[in-house]
């Protein structure tokens, strides 16, 4: 198989993207990776690893600046490296696309460049986040506001069949975020929302409130993508928060110093599990392509994550599965 | 001063809601408190206290159970707890009225038994959270949902007074909660929420996205309720989430688990900060007559902590301000 990465996307691109690259080069000898971005930039960070087997590296002159314009800039940077690695795939020399770009601007080429699967009406994006008992599946996270009813309930439709092919969750349950457990609580778009999803053939257990995300009650969670980024970095946000009053707590004063380096070596292991570089990138389901979104500040760890999963979703036809899927659903309509 | 409360509203009512009444009669003997609920079980949670000089009870026989649908029930319910409170407050048999109870109940009881200050739209909660370097306070947190921009810029422009005055916020820093720091980013509510609140005469600080109100970075979040309530819930489900991994890693080995006891202290101190009933109440915003809504699992303290904050309310005449202020505003419009 054949995954193209969009070097020049994230942060710390192209040092870490290009670093991240050539370490799942050395893992997964089978798969090649194409590099996409400055040639000269590129090159220099591979240096000798350059002429590895695995390994290519297509020129992009151009590049998508992470406080760009999504849509426009898309339309304007033809030569960007991103537009150039989606290009890899609609022409079928790559089997999948990771960038670790601005979330928006991967959505608009992959949208522009692969178009929509017959039948899907807005593309999505799929988070995983570290809850109890496990993960939970977050969708859509930010590729899509203002979304209408039906496209919220195609969001878990798709989210469900990710979270059981390529996450390994059987007949996984799916739930709605909302700010209510009863189908009556919400806004206007929940509550109707909610009708949808109750009524779609899914695992469906209903509303889910924030509170109640990260226990381990629903795999999938489907939300218009305001309300998922909200989510998301809200969780961010407070986890940054909570780690900094503990960091605080832990050298207030020399007993708890102490009890804080006899601890250190069980309290990595929870910063471990709450880092989102191992949780590999998010899928954007529901365009004719297999696309991966690496979070902004990826490093070479988490570019390792991504390209694993984006393995597994090669490895699994992820792409042919969902347009299986809204095939089927026509069929079923007409 | 006289306070109003509203005994069997809440998850612990009437027991905690009572003992913390009880606590407060002790600490503030200028405040008569009133307590309304059912006289029977008010009486037997108070006993030898019901003779208290700042105590009194007011029967009510009826109450709101936290599943009822909001609206409906205070309209079917005149007799209930909750009603009679706010009816003490619109008659001026109280200044003030607190409840743990529904928030959509108490925002509907008051809406309906005090009406909307002339010139707000809709009311508001706004709450206050923890964030580094002090406080940060989201409004509206869940009484509104699907509003219109100029209603978000309301709640901006109440939070911003109610931030000044009883927070005692100097030129308190105001944002709009969205998921981009661009004015571009967000949502078409969002988008023109930004604009409204940006020539609404406030200290506007912009965008902040849920990553950063934890930051510090404002010092009042106005969003609409659903966003608010979404904030407000995954905060309390993340903080959950990773108070149990810490409990889990400091419990993991003996190592960790002698780490743990050594920081005890420290750690616990945390803890409290971080725990809602130290934040007292929520105010809700825009109905003419001071209503204070408590976390629905109020134990005694927070019921103190939320009567100290309705009484700051009173001293500082914070409904007479804000119907000042928006009585100037439609001068100001004319």
């Known amino acids: ?46 240096g000798a690893a350059a002429r590895r087997v695995n390994l290519r590296l297509v020129h992009a002159p151009d590049q998508i600046e ?22 890899l795939v609609a022409s079928g020399e790559a089997d999948a696309v990771f960038s670790a770009g601005n ?9 522009l460049g692969l178009g929509r699967i017959p039948g899907v ?27 209408k009813p039906e496209w919220v309930a195609q969001f878990g439709i798709m989210a469900s069949l990710y979270a059981a092919d390529v996450e ?29 999803l109750a009524n779609a053939g899914l695992n469906w257990v209903g509303n889910v409130e924030g509170k109640a995300a990260f226990r381990g ?12 980024n909200l989510l998301l970095k809200v969780g961010e946000g407070v986890a940054e928060f909570i780690g900094q009053q503990f960091k605080q707590a832990l050298t207030a004063d020399w007993l708890a110093k102490l009890g804080g380096l006899l601890a250190r070596h069980s309290l990595s292991a929870i910063k471990r599990r709450l880092d989102y570089a191992e949780y590999g990138g998010a899928f ?6 297999l696309v991966v979104i690496g979070h902004g500040c990826s490093t070479r760890r988490a570019v390792v994550s991504a390209l694993r999963k984006t393995r597994e979703g090669i490895e699994h036809g992820l792409v042919r599965r969902l347009a299986q899927r809204f095939a089927d659903s026509d069929e079923a309509a007409a």
């Open 103 to 111: 979330t928006g601007a991967v959505a608009a080429a992959a949208l």
């Open 217 to 228: 009650v629903a795999d999938v969670i489907a939300c218009d993508g305001f309300d998922g």
């Open 121 to 147: 009406s807005r593309p999505c994006v799929a988070v995983v986040l570290p809850a109890q008992g496990g993960k939970v599946i977050v969708c859509d996270a930010g590729a899509c506001v203002d979304s």
């Open 66 to 87: 992470m406080d760009d314009d999504p849509a426009r800039a898309v339309r304007r940077k033809p030569q960007s490296s991103l537009v150039r690695a989606c290009a």
């Open 1 to 46: 198989m054949r995954i193209a990465i969009d070097a020049m996307g994230g942060d710390l691109a192209p040092t870490e993207i290009v670093a991240g690259a050539l370490e799942a080069a050395q893992l997964w000898p089978d798969t090649e990776f194409v590099l996409v971005g400055d040639e000269t930039a590129v090159a220099a960070e591979l």
């Open 168 to 196: 390994a969750i059987a007949n996984p349950r799916v739930g709605l975020l909302n700010i209510g457990e009863e189908a009556c609580k919400g806004n206007a778009l929940t509550k109707a929302a909610h009708e949808q």
């Open 284 to 289: 954007l389901l529901g365009v004719k392509g």
